[in-house]
């Protein structure tokens, strides 16, 4: 997408184809007038599955509607516009003109490729911005948030799909971490084990072809430790303090050869004071047979992390287990809409692309079989 959804490029590669401060508010209602209009609104840039997903949490909230959508291909929008129960929301190709409509809030679900031109967009624009992850996919897109971040207006949100940061159980987690209840923290290590979750569709047009299909390229999506696995890298990020001075590892391709992308990989990682992180992911293991989340091990005990649940191990026999309520994600918007009508600002640009960059350190160690390390491959 070049200067607009219709011209979609990334160096020319389609052509026509295709954060601190207050919010100063009296009261929302005394804002926007009546209890009808008062509702924060949102656009969605890219209406395809996560980004539908996104906006009908968002317009199930009572506090909130969705009114404009933006993308490529009319059928993703019918079919968004349902799954979202939008009512005659007004539609866009062109993604520059639906920021500059009048919607308060954006939701950014395009491919991983395009988010950083078009979070620094939405900066420029002035919107409250929720950027699904990554954010992006090589590190010249994310210094690029970085930048964007820093010049973002301090009244606006800015958040990012790293949903375990807002996940009530990641939050416990973390916080019984830092009281030192399970002692000094020795070991962590990340896991995400699956199936395949991509399903190629063939299109006549090579180039849409492409676009629609991005996940099976590595320049569209990042490949997979970037697309997907920056989840848990961001929790190592955050429950850890820190970032990683340097990473091996190998991947490769046993199962999934007609793509362009690894189907698993193992790293280590090796972050401030000794402390080192293994990592393990593959898109190869049958459905019903996987496990996806974080483990921290300290001196008295472990705690065990996922999207689910939070598991503190202090011992034989003695294990608490607190469940998950309700998909992460939710909490996320909850949050995110909040803080949009209270002024409670947060801006993680910057956070969230050192976990992406973290993600890409990972994928150099990989791609090139050799030990990367932040000064010398990422240079942030």
């Known amino acids: 997408m070049a200067r607009d959804l219709k011209a979609v490029s990334r160096r020319g590669f389609f052509q ?27 656009g969605l840039i890219g209406t395809g599955n996560r980004g539908s997903y996104d906006a009908s949490i ?3 909230d009572p506090r909130a509607q969705v009114t404009a959508l933006c993308d490529l291909f009319d059928d993703r929008i019918e079919t968004a516009t349902q799954k979202i129960k939008a009512v005659n929301p007004k539609v866009y190709k062109d993604y520059e003109k639906l920021l500059a409509s009048d919607v308060d809030a954006v939701i ?3 491919p991983p490729f395009e988010h950083p031109r078009m979070l620094e967009a939405a900066v420029q624009a002035r919107k409250h911005i929720y950027c699904e992850k990554p954010m992006g996919v090589d590190v010249a897109g994310c210094k690029k948030v970085i930048a964007a971040g820093r010049k973002a207006d301090p009244k606006k949100c800015l958040t990012t799909g790293y949903q375990q940061r807002y996940g009530p159980v990641y939050l416990e987690a973390y916080k019984r971490i830092q009281e030192g209840q399970i002692g000094e923290l020795v070991n962590a290590r990340g896991y995400w084990i699956s199936n395949d979750p991509f399903k190629r569709v063939p299109y006549d047009d ?13 320049e569209l999506s990042g490949d997979f430790i970037v697309e997907q696995d920056c989840h848990n890298i961001d929790v190592l990020h955050w429950f850890l303090g820190n970032r990683p001075t340097r990473a091996v590892g190998y991947g490769g391709r046993k199962v999934r050869t007609t793509m362009d992308l690894m189907d698993h990989l193992s790293l280590c990682f090796e972050f401030p004071g000794g402390l080192h992180v293994n990592f393990e992911a593959n898109q190869l293991t049958p459905p019903g047979c996987g496990r996806v989340g974080e483990e921290f091990t300290g001196t008295k005990g472990v705690i065990l992390t996922s999207r689910s649940r939070m598991t503190h191990m202090r011992g034989p026999g003695k294990q608490e287990v607190i469940p998950a309520k309700r998909d992460i994600t939710i909490d996320a918007f909850e949050l995110f809409i909040s803080r949009v009508i209270k002024g409670e600002v947060e801006n993680v640009a910057e956070r969230s692309a050192i976990s992406t960059l973290t993600a890409i350190l990972g ?18």
């Open 16 to 42: 026509r184809t295709t954060a601190a401060g207050a919010f100063t508010i009296v009261g929302v209602q005394a804002v926007r007038g009546t209890q009808a209009n008062s509702k924060v609104t949102f």
């Open 58 to 60: 968002a317009n199930a």
């Open 108 to 110: 950014i679900a395009t």
């Open 206 to 218: 090579p180039k849409i072809d492409k676009l629609r299909n991005w996940f099976c390229y590595r």
């Open 363 to 380: 994928r150099t160690a990989l791609y090139t079989q050799r030990e990367a390390t932040w000064k010398g491959d990422i240079g942030v």
